[in-house]
């Protein structure tokens, strides 16, 4: 079936640092990907996300670009800041539902 | 307007006994949706409904799992006789439609912690 593996955290990085969360999917046809982001006590936002290969999502300075020839959506960003700790999932739409990774957490150090 | 809101916040539970977890929907929307978020273990997928289609009930664990939609806006997620197995913070979502293009808006999320 459908699955979505992310790489597991936590991860750490100082401020300003160049972030990449690694997702890869396994997926008959070409679902839609996504990005969600969890911050602390908070719920589940969307953050970004492609509906066909070679689509760049983008927000809040985060790009993933959909990859079909090696069913990625990386997760990156050029400098990150404090306030972009929280829990990262990689996701992929099927009809109606969405199947999530497990997650990554992120730590950002002033 | 308003999000997803979801009562109660944190739900703690003897072993045996029977909880109910609520989810409003953002007003308008026709689909809602119930994950569950286990440590270690990502999202899950529980349950759906769109409209007064009958909801997709593939992802709930065991019977001991149900749900319900009245009016076609709040949501109550039944689980008798938890385990503790059953702890974990339990997602609700809304969505306008269930077109891929309908972006789920999610709750805060109920914790259920089953001692």
């Known amino acids: 079936g459908d699955s979505v593996t992310q790489m597991e955290g936590p991860v750490t990085l100082s401020e300003e640092a160049f972030l990449t969360i690694n997702c890869t999917y396994t997926?008959?046809?070409?679902?839609?990907l996504f990005w969600y982001v969890q911050y602390p006590g908070e719920g589940l936002q969307l953050l970004l996300k492609?509906?066909?290969?070679?689509d760049k999502g983008s927000n809040k300075g985060f790009e993933a670009t959909y990859r079909k020839e090696t069913t990625s959506f990386h997760l990156e960003k050029g400098s990150v800041q404090v306030s972009d700790s929280a829990v990262y999932f990689c996701?992929?739409?099927?009809?109606?539902?969405?199947?999530f990774g497990k997650g990554t957490r992120l730590h950002i150090l002033p | 307007g308003a999000g997803v809101s979801q009562s109660p916040s944190n739900k703690v539970t003897e072993k045996g006994k029977d909880v109910e977890l609520r989810c409003d929907p953002i007003?308008?929307?026709?689909?809602l949706y119930w994950y569950r978020q286990s440590l270690g273990q990502g999202l899950e997928f529980l349950i759906y409904?769109?409209?007064?289609?009958?909801?997709?009930k593939s992802g709930l664990p065991s019977d001991r799992f149900s749900a319900e939609r009245t009016g076609g806006s709040v949501s109550t997620l039944t689980i008798q006789r938890t385990q503790q197995e059953d702890s974990a913070v339990y997602l609700c979502?809304?969505?306008?439609?269930?077109?891929?293009?309908?972006?789920?808006?999610f709750g805060p999320g109920t914790r259920l912690t089953v001692t």
């Open positions: 979502a809304s969505s306008l439609g269930t077109s891929g293009r309908d972006e789920q808006y």
């Open positions: 997926a008959t046809g070409y679902p839609s």
């Open positions: 492609a509906t066909k290969a070679d």
């Open positions: 996701a992929l739409r099927r009809d109606d539902k969405i199947i």
């Open positions: 007003s308008g929307h026709t689909a």
């Open positions: 409904f769109q409209g007064n289609s009958a909801p997709d």
